[in-house]
């Protein structure tokens, strides 16, 4: 099956740093990806939606200035949480749509912990 | 944004006992799917259920939708011990949008 990787796969960071977490669909190309945030006990919530060569679009309440989102090609989305605090200590986890696939296929990363000091 | 509610909240039972799910959601949708999550972990998908399809299978797990009652249910037969884990569902509206999960259920399964 498809694989998506996320890089890195679990990251400490001091308050007020950023960071910068990868997606990469390994064998398959992806136009979209989409990037969610998992607090502990809690669901997936969906953040943005990354489109490859555009802008990516925000779910309400997701500040885009602070979570930074860039599509450059159609294998590699790229997530920096800016100016970190410790709230958004969290588990990042992004997943790919298969352009050649039937458009219902989406894989999911491994998952990011980030946690700020 | 969530798409809907997983019932219930905690489920805890026995080694070889069933174990029942259930998802309901708000909008008209495309798929289905439930994951599983262990702990700390990533998800790992466990079936797609389409819009115009009631049941399928797959191994120990049943799913189940109703489509007029915005509802779906996952039942784990005979269940084990490396069953326990958090159960989402999560639905997309049309292909290619994002899928949006439910708040999951979290399945002790003792031995």
């Known amino acids: 099956g498809a694989v998506v990787s996320q890089h890195p796969s679990w990251v400490i960071c001091k308050s007020g740093t950023s960071v910068k977490i990868e997606c990469r669909s390994l064998d398959f190309q992806a136009t979209t990806m989409f990037w969610y945030r998992q607090f502990p006990k809690q669901s997936l919530m969906l953040m943005a939606t990354s489109n490859e060569g555009s802008k990516a679009t925000y779910e309400q309440g997701v500040e885009k200035d602070k979570f930074l989102i860039n599509h450059a090609s159609l294998t590699l989305s790229t997530l920096t949480v800016t100016s970190a605090h410790p709230e958004d200590s969290s588990f990042y986890i992004c997943?790919?749509?298969?352009?050649?696939?039937?458009?219902?296929?989406?894989?999911f990363g491994p998952g990011t912990r980030l946690t700020v000091l | 944004s969530q798409q809907g509610e997983e019932d219930p909240q905690a489920l805890s039972i026995q080694e070889g006992e069933n174990a029942t799910m259930n998802c309901s959601y708000k909008?008209?949708?495309?798929?289905l799917q439930w994951y599983r999550q262990n702990s700390g972990r990533g998800l790992v998908h466990l079936i797609l259920?389409?819009?115009?399809?009631r049941e399928k299978h797959s191994g120990r797990l049943r799913v189940t939708l109703d489509t007029s009652k915005k509802s779906s249910s996952l039942l784990i037969t005979a269940s084990r011990a490396a069953d326990t884990a958090s159960y989402f569902c999560a639905t997309d509206y049309q292909a290619g949008t994002a899928l949006i999960f439910g708040k999951g259920t979290t399945l002790s399964v003792s031995s």
């Open positions: 997943s790919a749509r298969d352009v050649g696939g039937l458009g219902n296929e989406q894989f």
């Open positions: 259920i389409r819009s115009n399809e």
């Open positions: 909008t008209s949708i495309n798929n």
